[in-house]
């Protein structure tokens, strides 16, 4: 029977040298050492020393990076945590995110309608230039430049009020000195000068249109 057992059971372990050899060397050193502890213990305690001088300081960085491993293992645990409860927590936002989404697509819509009112807009403005490029009796004007024909009708009313006042001024000035004048040579000076004066105040209306001309082809110079 003992024979059967024995053959079942090199049957069932197989044969590995390896294992038998590291055994074989770890009995060896557990009967040296009980043999050193028990005829020279003085030996023994110093390579006791030895041994724990060699594997202390191992041991002991080991343990330190054991326990950094563990709390990083913790605070990574957290942030799993944290992240779980906020995926369960979108659960319940969902409501206020179907909301969200219903906002946006009314945004959407509004802004295509105001494109297409825009579009249409222009749509129109073309279709009336078009229909209107025949009627040549109308000239409508540029509101793009309606700035500039207003200061050059205030010149030109301007010019035209100097020019009266400069006229009605020499006309008075004429019957005043007829009046006052006994000689005919002195009246033909005084209307000779009446005259000059007057050419003088269209050559100062002159200069005022032509600086007013040029201010507003410096203001369209810069606005372009």
Same mark, same amino acid.
């Given at each position: +029977?003992?024979?059967?057992?024995?053959?079942?059971?090199?049957?069932?372990?197989?044969?590995?040298?390896?294992?038998?050899?590291?055994?074989?060397?770890?009995?060896?050193?557990?009967?040296?050492?009980?043999?050193?502890?028990?005829?020279?213990?003085?030996?023994?305690?110093?390579?006791?020393?030895?041994?724990?001088?060699?594997?202390?300081? &191992? $041991?002991?960085? *080991?343990?330190?990076?054991?326990?950094?491993?563990?709390?990083?293992?913790?605070?990574?645990?957290?942030?799993?945590?944290?992240?779980?409860?906020?995926?369960?927590? %979108?659960?319940?936002?969902?409501?206020?995110?179907?909301?969200?989404?219903? +906002?946006?697509?009314?945004?959407?819509?509004?802004?295509?309608?105001?494109?297409?009112?825009? @579009?249409?807009?222009? *749509?129109?403005?073309? %279709?009336?230039?078009?229909?209107? /490029?025949?009627?040549?009796?109308?000239?409508? &004007?540029?509101?793009?430049?309606?700035?500039?024909?207003?200061?050059? $009708?205030?010149?030109?009313?301007?010019?035209?009020?100097?020019?009266? *006042?400069? $006229?009605?001024?020499?006309?008075?000035?004429?019957?005043?000195?007829?009046? @006052?004048?006994?000689?005919?040579?002195?009246?033909?000076?005084?209307?000779?000068?009446?005259?000059?004066?007057?050419?003088?105040?269209?050559?100062?209306?002159?200069?005022? /249109? %032509?600086?007013?001309?040029?201010?507003?082809?410096?203001? /369209?110079?810069?606005?372009?």
């Amino acid at each position: +029977m003992d024979k059967k057992a024995s053959n079942k059971s090199n049957q069932t372990l197989p044969h590995d040298s390896d294992l038998e050899l590291k055994v074989k060397k770890s009995l060896e050193r557990i009967s040296e050492n009980i043999h050193i502890s028990a005829n020279e213990p003085s030996l023994a305690v110093y390579r006791l020393q030895e041994h724990v001088r060699r594997a202390l300081p &191992p $041991t002991v960085a *080991r343990r330190q990076h054991v326990l950094q491993l563990h709390s990083q293992l913790q605070g990574a645990c957290y942030d799993v945590e944290y992240a779980l409860s906020a995926v369960h927590g %979108m659960k319940e936002a969902e409501s206020k995110l179907v909301s969200i989404q219903d +906002m946006l697509k009314d945004a959407i819509f509004h802004r295509n309608q105001l494109k297409y009112e825009q @579009t249409r807009r222009k *749509r129109d403005s073309s %279709m009336y230039k078009r229909l209107s /490029n025949h009627l040549t009796s109308i000239d409508l &004007p540029d509101f793009h430049d309606f700035p500039d024909a207003l200061r050059e $009708t205030a010149s030109r009313v301007e010019c035209a009020f100097q020019h009266a *006042r400069s $006229t009605y001024e020499s006309h008075t000035k004429k019957e005043k000195l007829k009046e @006052t004048a006994n000689e005919g040579g002195k009246e033909e000076e005084i209307v000779a000068s009446a005259s000059s004066g007057k050419a003088e105040e269209k050559e100062k209306c002159v200069k005022q /249109n %032509m600086d007013k001309a040029e201010i507003q082809n410096d203001a /369209n110079i810069s606005e372009s």
